[in-house]
């Protein structure tokens, strides 16, 4: 869901890559240039528009009190809601997530109007509510959009509660969750059964186990898929970067990898929203570009699958 800073940085690549011609086939330009409207998508249950870029937070706004560190978190979460940012995704288990995008949030203020999207993580009904509940405190006070049971921990004690709580209205869509493509025929199951709005799950260019039964499956019912994982935290960025993106890739509007990759994930027609995570202004730029501009098709998916696997 992250990237890395490892190995050399892609602004340094692009510009390399663009002094010979070479970037994509597009004259040089600012690596987050967004064209045309914001994309957004549909929530099927409601109708609701979801723009397809949101914002993870494992591991990047998990920096507990210092004030370096969360004043910067501020302004990552600024450019987030400046480029027409929506869903800001978070969990318990992410340390000191929680507290720090609500930090951010008070010190945005009113220009902050995120779609917020938690998990409660943990056994038992009463330690789910207590959990449930500390969330809101922490950054949700008027309730979340979105409460999601975290890789299916304890889910029938926490749909009881989520059932009861949608309906009086403190949380307004309920999910289920799963990573690293653990769980599916569990998940599949429930996605059958059980009265969910939206799934979560890892896809991305080279993980694409999803497309098997997981993304038709969420089709067929009408949820919407939260897309995690989208870079596999950095492991995509290490394994591509160092290449050029090919010179078609203009064609889909892609300025750099950060975009060519997250088209790829919110181009599947099952694919609500995906949620990269980033501790960078710049790279939050980059990503959010993907919101806008043309997508790939399905004869173009194919063609960036071809590309990358024969890197």
């Given at each position: 869901?992250?990237?890395?800073?490892?190995?050399?940085?892609?602004?340094?690549?692009?510009?390399?890559?663009?002094?010979?011609?070479?970037?994509?086939?597009?004259?040089?330009?600012?690596?987050?240039?967004?064209?045309?409207?914001?994309?957004?998508?549909?929530?099927?249950?409601?109708?609701?528009?979801?723009?397809?870029?949101?914002?993870?937070?494992?591991?990047?706004?998990?920096?507990?009190?210092?004030?370096?560190?969360?004043?910067?978190?501020?302004?990552?979460?600024?450019?987030?809601?400046?480029?027409?940012?929506?869903?800001?995704?978070?969990?318990?288990?992410?340390?000191?997530?929680?507290?720090?995008?609500?930090?951010?949030?008070?010190?945005?203020?009113?220009?902050?109007?995120?779609?917020?999207?938690?998990?409660?993580w943990t056994v038992l009904q009463s330690r789910g509510v207590s959990q449930m509940e500390a969330s809101e405190r922490l950054w949700a006070p008027q309730g979340f959009d979105l409460m999601q049971v975290h890789n299916l921990l304890d889910w029938r004690?926490?749909?009881?509660?989520?059932?009861?709580?949608?309906?009086?209205?403190?949380?307004?869509?309920?999910?289920?969750?799963?990573?690293?493509?653990?769980?599916?025929?569990?998940?599949?199951?429930?996605?059958?059964?059980?009265?969910?709005?939206?799934?979560?799950?890892?896809?991305?260019?080279?993980?694409?186990?999803?497309?098997?039964?997981?993304?038709?499956?969420?089709?067929?019912?009408?949820?919407?898929?939260?897309?995690?994982?989208?870079?596999?935290?950095?492991?995509?960025?290490?394994?591509?970067?160092?290449?050029?993106?090919?010179?078609?890739?203009?064609?889909?509007?892609?300025?750099?990898?950060?975009?060519?990759?997250?088209?790829?994930?919110?181009?599947?027609?099952?694919?609500?929203?995906?949620?990269?995570?980033?501790?960078?202004?710049?790279?939050?730029?980059?990503?959010?570009?993907?919101?806008?501009?043309?997508?790939?098709?399905?004869?173009?998916?194919?063609?960036?699958?071809?590309?990358?696997?024969?890197?």
């Amino acid at each position: 869901m992250m990237r890395s800073n490892r190995g050399p940085g892609r602004r340094a690549v692009l510009a390399s890559l663009g002094a010979l011609g070479l970037a994509a086939g597009l004259a040089p330009r600012r690596a987050g240039a967004q064209s045309g409207p914001q994309l957004t998508k549909p929530i099927p249950a409601t109708g609701e528009r979801l723009p397809v870029i949101g914002m993870g937070s494992w591991l990047t706004f998990d920096v507990g009190d210092d004030p370096a560190l969360r004043d910067a978190r501020v302004e990552v979460l600024r450019a987030f809601f400046e480029a027409g940012g929506g869903m800001i995704d978070s969990s318990p288990m992410y340390g000191s997530s929680e507290a720090v995008i609500g930090h951010c949030l008070e010190r945005i203020g009113d220009a902050a109007a995120p779609f917020s999207a938690t998990k409660v993580w943990t056994v038992l009904q009463s330690r789910g509510v207590s959990q449930m509940e500390a969330s809101e405190r922490l950054w949700a006070p008027q309730g979340f959009d979105l409460m999601q049971v975290h890789n299916l921990l304890d889910w029938r004690a926490h749909l009881e509660t989520l059932a009861v709580w949608k309906a009086r209205g403190r949380v307004r869509y309920v999910g289920i969750t799963t990573s690293h493509g653990r769980r599916h025929p569990e998940m599949a199951e429930l996605m059958t059964e059980q009265p969910l709005d939206f799934v979560q799950l890892t896809y991305n260019i080279l993980d694409r186990r999803a497309e098997r039964a997981l993304l038709p499956l969420a089709a067929e019912r009408g949820l919407a898929v939260i897309a995690n994982r989208p870079f596999r935290r950095s492991r995509l960025f290490d394994l591509f970067q160092r290449h050029p993106l090919p010179a078609w890739a203009g064609e889909i509007d892609c300025a750099n990898w950060a975009q060519f990759l997250l088209k790829f994930v919110i181009s599947h027609p099952a694919v609500t929203c995906a949620i990269p995570a980033t501790s960078r202004v710049d790279h939050m730029r980059e990503n959010m570009g993907a919101a806008h501009g043309r997508l790939p098709d399905a004869a173009m998916r194919q063609r960036m699958v071809r590309y990358v696997e024969g890197l």
